[in-house]
T-cell receptor
Framework: SQKIEQNSEALNIQEGKTATLTCNYT??????LQWYRQDPGRGPVFLLL?????KEKRKERLKVTFDTTLKQSLFHITASQPADSATYLC??????????FGKGNQVVVIP | EAGVTQSPTHLIKTRGQQATLRCSPI?????VYWYQQALGLGLQFLLW???????NRGNFPPRFSGRQFPNYSSELNVNALELEDSALYLC??????????????FGAGTRLSVL
């Protein structure tokens, strides 16, 4: 069956350090992968998109990698700040114009 | 530019009733998506509308239905409400797929509580 796995345990990290989140998938062949941020009581907000032929994408303090052999994406927040505290969702191209979302991984940045 | 707007913010219903949720997409966006986010389950895809037509639906029973109007706004209807329908319902909109690889812009959601 198809699965998207993100760590269910919150990541607690000291301000200024790099937070790294993992998204693993099974039985998908995504042409692209996206990362979203969701704050409590709000809808997800798009952060980054990476295509299957791209190894790495950066935007300001964010970096995403995509390894189609390992079926994994890593999401990094460098120099983390308390304002980065949120839940981060990975979303895969599930074909037929659908996105399949992971359950999300909460990040707590400690001042 | 206004974002995706959803109404109402909260909705309280009892079992067996019907709920109607509304969504206005970002101006210029023709695609509207509906998701259910129940506690601990993540976003589950419900429906996709584009240019007034239902293009795809997720693994939900037929009592979940909707439509898209000529102005691209959309309605989600849930009939014969059950307790497990309690969730945050999120609407998202996007430009044509070929332009943006399905980057979706979400509203703040409607919190549906079924008592």
């Amino acid at each position: 069956s198809q699965k998207i796995e993100q760590n269910s345990e919150a990541l607690n990290i000291q301000e200024g350090k790099t937070a790294t989140l993992t998204c693993n998938y099974t039985n998908y062949s995504p042409a692209y992968l996206q990362w979203y941020r969701q704050d409590p009581g709000r809808g997800p907000v798009f952060l980054l998109l990476i295509r299957e032929n791209e190894k790495e994408k950066r935007k300001e303090r964010l970096k995403v990698t995509f390894d189609t052999t390992l079926k994994q994406s890593l999401f990094h927040i460098t120099a983390s700040q308390p304002a980065d505290s949120a839940t981060y969702l990975c979303a895969l191209d599930a074909r037929a114009n659908r996105l399949a979302f992971g359950k999300g991984n909460q990040v707590v940045v400690i001042p | 530019e206004a974002g995706v707007t959803q109404s109402p913010t909260h909705l309280i219903k009892t079992r067996g009733q019907q709920a109607t949720l509304r969504c206005s997409p970002i101006s210029g966006h023709t695609s509207v998506y509906w998701y259910q986010q129940a506690l601990g389950l993540g976003l589950q895809f419900l429906l996709w509308y584009d240019e007034g037509e239902e293009r795809n639906r997720g693994n939900f029973p037929p009592r979940f239905s909707g439509r898209q109007f000529p102005n691209y706004s959309s309605e989600l209807n849930v009939n014969a409400l059950e307790l497990e329908d309690s969730a945050l319902y999120l609407c998202a909109s996007s430009l044509a797929f070929t332009q943006t690889k399905n980057i979706q812009y979400f509203g703040a959601g409607t919190r549906l509580s079924v008592l």
